[in-house]
Each structure stands twice: as structure tokens, then as C-alpha cells.
T-cell receptor
Framework: DAGVIQSPRHEVTEMGQEVTLRCKPI?????LFWYRQTMMRGLELLIY????????DSGMPEDRFSAKMPNASFSTLKIQPSEPRDSAVYFC??????????FGPGTRLTVL | GDSVTQMEGPVTLSEEAFLTINCTYT??????LFWYVQYPGEGLQLLLK?????DKGSNKGFEATYRKETTSFHLEKGSVQVSDSAVYFC?????????????FGTGTRLTIIP
């Protein structure tokens, strides 16, 4: 079975550009999580969805960040405009009914 | 709010040594506790979990016991291997409050030397 799929795996962009990260959760899972990992701040939850509805977005750093889940098999995390301090590894994870979270391989974002 | 404090790294051990990584937590309810492992260049994987006091989670030779009286969930392994080199994260989830998000510790980088 395919695990959580994230794209792209690596993204390099310039400050001010829009960045869109994509995630396909495991089929049948009903919760989806976006995390950010940096050396300074560790692993932070940005937002999570349950049944495609955002439940907790308290970790979204500011209005430049937005996330959507238009259907059960797809989610996006958008940064507009991007800044160098957004450079990090972004993980998507999914779970079923409050069980184990399965993580994707991550997207390494570099903003120059 | 909920929080997890885990042993500062990095930790370097020789192969076959005994491993302990300390983890303590603060939670308002009755959390489930987890250890996740992250190998280089990969996402996190669940290593083991415990959902109530005195439960012992175990997997791949690793063990951790949910100690409510000391609010701890220390990770142990009797004989580590080079392949255990990774970053280990302790985490809790307090689903009883209707929120299934995980609160992670800062991670402990483990390096095993042959």
C-alpha cells in the first residue's frame, strides 16, 4: 500500500514567491496533519483536518500560510509570499479514528 | 497546556550498550504516550505506544512503560545496534479532550558506533 505521498520532495524558491506543498493521505484515513520541522523550533503542528474540515489551525504562523483540504484524498499548504525564515521541512501525516499518525517523507523548502 | 520534556542529545553509544532516553510529560487529562523514530531523510515512524497507566509498549527490542506517578515514559533498549542510529521523539495525545493532535518533545539524536 502507498503511504502518505508528498510533493515536491524539494523546493527552492526566492523570497516573495508563492509556494504550494501537496499531500495525498493514506486512503481511508479521515484526519490529516501538517507539521513543520526546523533545527531551532523542532517539530510544530501547523494545522489539522478531520473529515476535510479544519479543526485546529492555532499553529499556523501568520496570514501568509493557508491550508485547504478540498476532498478526502488531497490537501495543500500554501505560503504567499514566502520568506527565508519559512525554510524548513514540512511533513504531512494522516490517521484513522484517532489512531497512529503515518508521516509522509516531507518536503524540504528553501527560500532564498 | 500539554508538554513533553525529553533528554537532551546528542547521545553516542557503542554497539551492544544499554540505552535509556528519558521522557516526562505534563497533561491535564489522561494522555496516550508515544515514541516516534526518524531515520535520516525520512518522516517519523511510530516505534511504540501506551494508552493507559502501567501499560508497557514494545517494538524492535525497545520498551517504554507509562508511569503515571512519575509522569514518565522512558525509552529503553538492552543492546543497541548501528541501525538504531536515528532521532527519537517522545509525544503525547490527549484525545479525551476531543483533540487528537500530538505534542512532541524536542527529539534526541542517537548515534551508535560500531
Amino acid at each position: 500500500d502507498a503511504g502518505v505521498i508528498q510533493s515536491p520532495r524539494h523546493e527552492v524558491t526566492e523570497m516573495g514567491q508563492e509556494v504550494t506543498l501537496r499531500c495525498k493521505p493514506i486512503s481511508g484515513h479521515n484526519s490529516l496533519f501538517w507539521y513543520r520541522q526546523t533545527m531551532m523550533r523542532g517539530l510544530e503542528l501547523l494545522i489539522y483536518f478531520n473529515n476535510n474540515v479544519p479543526i485546529d489551525d492555532s499553529g499556523m504562523p501568520e496570514d501568509r500560510f493557508s491550508a485547504k483540504m478540498p476532498n478526502a484524498s488531497f490537501s495543500t499548504l500554501k505560503i504567499q509570499p514566502s520568506e527565508p525564515r519559512d525554510s524548513a521541512v514540512y511533513f504531512c501525516a494522516s490517521s484513522l479514528a484517532r489512531n497512529e499518525q503515518f508521516f509522509g517523507p516531507g518536503t524540504r523548502l528553501t527560500v532564498l | 497546556g500539554d508538554s513533553v520534556t525529553q533528554m537532551e542529545g546528542p547521545v553516542t553509544l557503542s554497539e551492544e550498550a544499554f540505552l535509556t532516553i528519558n521522557c516526562t510529560y505534563t497533561a491535564t487529562g489522561y494522555p496516550s504516550l508515544f515514541w516516534y523514530v526518524q531515520y535520516p531523510g525520512e518522516g517519523l515512524q511510530l516505534l511504540l505506544k501506551a494508552t493507559k497507566a502501567d501499560d508497557k509498549g514494545s517494538n524492535k527490542g525497545f520498551e517504554a512503560t507509562y508511569r503515571k506517578e512519575t509522569t514518565s515514559f522512558h525509552l529503553e533498549k538492552g543492546s543497541v545496534q548501528v541501525s538504531d542510529s536515528a532521532v527519537y521523539f517522545c509525544a503525547l495525545s490527549d484525545v479525551n479532550f476531543g483533540n487528537e493532535k500530538l505534542t512532541f518533545g524536542t527529539g534526541t539524536r542517537l548515534t551508535i558506533i560500531p
